[in-house]
């Protein structure tokens, strides 16, 4: 792990067990990137930045040189990494190496979200120290590596250290350039109730991005990227990834250069973005965790997995095991009482059920979803007992109680806009757009933050509960507030992003025992900076099993299955009318966290039947589902099946899932080749007397049972004897 800095050299060189990343100070004080990849075992840096020269003679024009963290205004025409403003309206800039600090641990990053250590002997960190001189500016990048993962977390800091002011109009937290562009580029892309499916495209001259505009890291793309050499594959290869901790407007780009080079840069979206610096100032640009596999996309998924499941998120749920819940919305959306909910409760606990979640239409008089957010008062209508009433007749059935809840909005049509209609987000004059009926409340606002943090402190107070939902259902739009000065407008989306984050931190450590799940529409929000505070998210609105195979299977490209919330739903699906059977809703569900978002009082006896069954069986294999080693074998995306296999960290037992999605006439038997288990173990598949061998099982495979029909699923356990 350890970071080492050679003074004759000038270079640095980081390592983690198997991975090294080396860059060096050039003759002309600048940062330049050497390489990044499998260990070497003495690598001569002075060769890579000679070649550099060979290649362009002495007017080495820096288009050709790999950076850290390049700047504008000189010789290279790529992307830049940052680009400010000073005072007399200038944009060019050169930032030049001043120093270095290594040390161990990992520093918090200030009001936002990271990645940390437990121990100091898990990380270290560089701090490398670049400046301007002309513009008296100072940035700080940091560069931490881990003892126990193929990762590095970075991020960068200005400080103004002049005496007028400094308008950063681009702040990036990366930037890697690497030698050549013979790459793939990943993304996980999509749309509400569709989100996380992988897109792979081959780079070409110019740039390909990916980024959000939306006030939230959003549906449509997450902010992950990766770079993969042509031929990887799941277990072969090398992948490259680059994930950010940051849940607002965000911008990934792959820059391909006339010199057949590719830059990779990532960070805070510059579009619509400035943050003025007042002399002495700082401002902190969000981590971005990058990962090196040379073991494909699996590799790749592993180090995130590990990463973000023991060293992201936080709290005394992070290692425990979750709750098997029960949510009212799809079974009743606003239309219920507290006999209803009480009713499905009862069968809920019959079922083994653990708890059970009171969605949307609690509070106010919200009918439906035209009105009362920001009302966070019980509607005594529905719930004549209130929220204790209810929480205290569902503790007595034997479930814990957990509730919905949606801070950072306010409809139009409620007491608070009525008292405040300057609270949300907008510029004034202009009209303020609705979606789903609601407009964003201003959290760049301390009064709006300090409000909301009281309400929800209170609300969270008068009952019982034990697990909350934190939804957020719109994009922003008309961004702009009205406590900000007109320079500073452009402040407001990323003032929004540390606002709720403090919330967030002051809500979730002030209530240590709830288990909060975030949620944005279903997956729109489902990124690092959310899962830092909240440890599992909800994955989709879509419930339905086979929409589910495809965003399950790419939302773990980056993200562990205990982060991932996974529900069974009623037929004909809600969101796509599909109807399938209880056995694939309930793999799918069981291969995360699993709950149910059904009316489970108008469900069948064989359903409930089988529903109690899966349940029971969940609970014997919870650790092994939420906590073990997620491998995917068979992509969603490219044919009629999909497979994946949940391992523990012993190799001693594992779970096979397939899923066959259309019934194919007179085909062959599916084999599947195993990964991930032992060749010296055997494996008994429970519930039988059949042993296998692990190399038979990695080597020749396993034949999957055949069952007639469309949607067909197994789930095959194995433990070794
Ligand atoms: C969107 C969420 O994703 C749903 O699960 C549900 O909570 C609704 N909002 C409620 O309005």
């Keep these: 792990m350890p970071i080492f800095f050679d003074e004759s050299s000038k270079t640095f060189n980081l390592f983690s067990k198997e991975m090294q990343y080396t860059m060096y100070v050039d003759q002309n004080g600048r940062l330049c990137h050497a390489y990044w990849g499998k260990k070497i075992r003495a690598l001569n840096v002075q060769r890579i930045s000679n070649s550099y020269k060979m290649s362009y003679g002495p007017n080495l024009s820096l288009e050709i040189l790999p950076q850290e963290y390049p700047a504008y205004g000189g010789t290279d025409f790529r992307s830049p990494a940052y680009q400010v403003q000073f005072g007399d309206g200038s944009t060019v800039s050169d930032l030049k190496y001043t120093g270095h600090k290594i040390y161990k641990g990992k520093p918090k990053l200030d009001g936002l979200p990271s990645t940390y250590v437990e121990s100091e002997d898990e990380s270290q960190t560089l701090e490398v120290y670049l400046y301007d001189a002309v513009g008296k500016l100072s940035v700080t990048l940091t560069y931490t590596v881990f003892e126990n993962f193929q990762a590095i977390a970075r991020s960068a800091k200005f400080k103004n250290e002049s005496s007028k002011k400094i308008k950063i109009l681009r702040a990036l937290s990366a930037n890697v350039d690497f030698e050549d562009d013979d790459f793939v580029m990943i993304q996980l892309s999509g749309a509400w109730a569709r989100e996380r499916n992988i897109v792979k495209r081959h780079l070409v001259p110019g740039i390909q991005s990916i980024e959000s505009r939306r006030g939230a890291s959003s549906h449509q793309q997450n902010p992950f990227i990766a770079l993969a050499r042509k031929h990887a594959d799941e277990w072969e290869g090398e992948v490259y990834g680059f994930s950010l901790v940051y849940s607002g407007n965000f911008l990934a780009q792959v820059e391909v250069g006339q010199y057949e080079t590719a830059r990779v840069s990532m ?19 969000p981590e971005i965790v990058m990962t090196y596999s040379s073991e ?14 023991s060293r992201l998120a936080r709290g005394k749920y992070r290692d425990l095991e979750r709750p098997i819940l029960v949510n009212n919305w799809e079974a009743t959306y606003f239309n219920f009482n507290e006999e209803k909910l009480l009713k499905i409760a009862k069968e809920a606990k019959e079922l083994g059920i653990e708890l059970f979640v009171l969605d949307d239409g609690w509070f106010g008089k919200r009918d439906a979803d035209n009105s009362s957010l920001g009302d966070w008062v019980v509607d005594r209508r529905k719930l004549p007992n209130g929220l204790d009433g209810l929480a205290k007749k569902i503790n007595e059935i034997g479930l814990k109680f957990g509730l919905w809840i949606e801070p950072e909005m306010v409809s139009p049509d409620s007491d608070l806009y009525r008292s405040h209609p300057d609270w949300c987000i907008h510029v004034n004059g202009r009209e303020r757009n609705l979606s789903r009926n609601q407009l964003v409340l201003d959290f760049s606002r301390q009064d709006v933050c300090d409000y909301m943090t009281k309400t929800i402190s209170d609300l969270l107070k008068s009952a019982n509960i034990s697990y909350v939902k934190w939804d957020m259902n719109r994009n922003m739009t008309e961004i702009g507030s009205d406590k900000l000065p007109p320079e500073r407008q452009r402040e407001t989306a990323h003032r929004y992003m540390l606002g709720l984050y403090k919330v967030m931190d002051e809500i979730t450590s ?24 909240m440890p599992q998210a909800w994955t989709s609105d879509d419930t339905d099993a086979i929409e589910r195979l495809k965003i399950q299977y790419g939302t773990s490209y980056v993200y562990p299955q205990v982060m991932m919330g996974s529900h069974v739903s009623a037929v004909p699906n809600h969101q796509v009318g599909r109807i399938t059977p209880i056995d694939i809703r309930a793999h799918v569900a069981m291969s995360a966290n699993m709950g149910f978002e059904l009316d489970l009082t108008k469900i069948s006896d064989e359903e409930r039947e089988k529903i109690k069954a899966y349940v029971s069986e969940y609970k014997k294999l919870r650790k092994l589902i939420q906590f073990g080693n997620f491998y995917r074998l068979i992509s969603p995306f490219e044919g009629n099946e999909s497979a994946w296999m949940i391992i523990d960290e012993e190799q001693d037992e594992f779970l096979l899932y397939h899923f066959k999605i259309f019934e194919r006439p007179n085909s062959k038997g599916i084999r599947i080749k195993l990964k991930g288990i032992s060749t010296n173990k055997n494996y008994r598949l429970e519930g039988t007397n059949e042993i296998y061998g692990g190399d038979e099982l990695l080597y020749e495979g396993i034949t999957i049972p055949h069952a007639f029909g469309d949607f067909q699923s197994v789930l095959m356990h194995f433990k070794s004897v």
Excluded: V
């Design 510 to 533: 002030s209530f240590p025992d709830i288990l909060f799940e975030s949620c944005a529409g279903g997956g729109g929000r489902f990124d690092p900076g959310m899962l830092y505070y």
């Design 296 to 309: 494909g996309f699996n590799g790749m998924s592993q180090t995130y997995h590990k990463l973000y499941a």
């Design 267 to 285: 960070g805070i979206n510059p579009f619509d973005f400035s943050w003025l610096l007042e002399p002495l100032e700082t401002f902190q640009t």
